[in-house]
Every structure is written in structure tokens, then in C-alpha cells.
């Protein structure tokens, strides 16, 4: 087994502010869909999409000795600081 966490670091902000921001570099589109039905049968509003594109080499931190990309075997996420229920839908 294979003990050793290296792994890059990618931090990216995802605030109501990080949204409005027409010059954030990590949205590529943006689509906002009207007349959704959800799952439970309750009409929606307005849906928003966001797009981001993460450049691999503009890593924030680099963790555990990882100098490369050669052995990359999963991804990772991790969510904080969030005030109230939030629905992300990622697509790898």
C-alpha cells in the first residue's frame, strides 16, 4: 500500500461575488436556464451555469514533495465556509 499524500493544491473562490465578476479568469461560460422544474415537482426561477477551466499548472500549493503529474491517480474536493444549502453539479 502506498502511504505517501502528495498531491497539488487548487484554491478557487466561488462566492455570489466570484460569480458576478466579469473578469474572473476561471469562468469560460456562463448559460442561466428559466421555467426549470425540479425533482420534487416545485417550479424554479432562474438556474445559473457556471464553466470553470482551472489551468493545472497554476497550482496554489504544492503538498507532500509532488513535482509533476506522472502519477496522478484521483481528485479531490473539499467545500467550506458555506452559510447555507448549496447544490454544485460537477462534471470531471
Known amino acids: 500500500m502506498n502511504t ?3 498531491y497539488f493544491e487548487y ?3 466561488i462566492s455570489s461575488a466570484d ?3 466579469l473578469n474572473n479568469p476561471y469562468i469560460v461560460d456562463r448559460k442561466s436556464i428559466t421555467n426549470i422544474t425540479l425533482p420534487n415537482g416545485a417550479p424554479s426561477g432562474i438556474i445559473n451555469w457556471y464553466q470553470y477551466r482551472i489551468p493545472l499548472s497554476e497550482f496554489t500549493n504544492a503538498v507532500g514533495g509532488i513535482s ?3 502519477s496522478v491517480r484521483f481528485a479531490r474536493l ?3 465556509e458555506f452559510t ?3 447544490v ?3 462534471e470531471l
Open 4 to 6: 505517501i499524500d502528495s
Open 11 to 13: 484554491e478557487i473562490g
Open 19 to 21: 460569480f458576478n465578476n
Open 68 to 70: 509533476d503529474f506522472r
Open 78 to 80: 473539499y467545500l467550506k
Open 84 to 86: 447555507e444549502t448549496t
Open 88 to 90: 454544485l453539479r460537477l
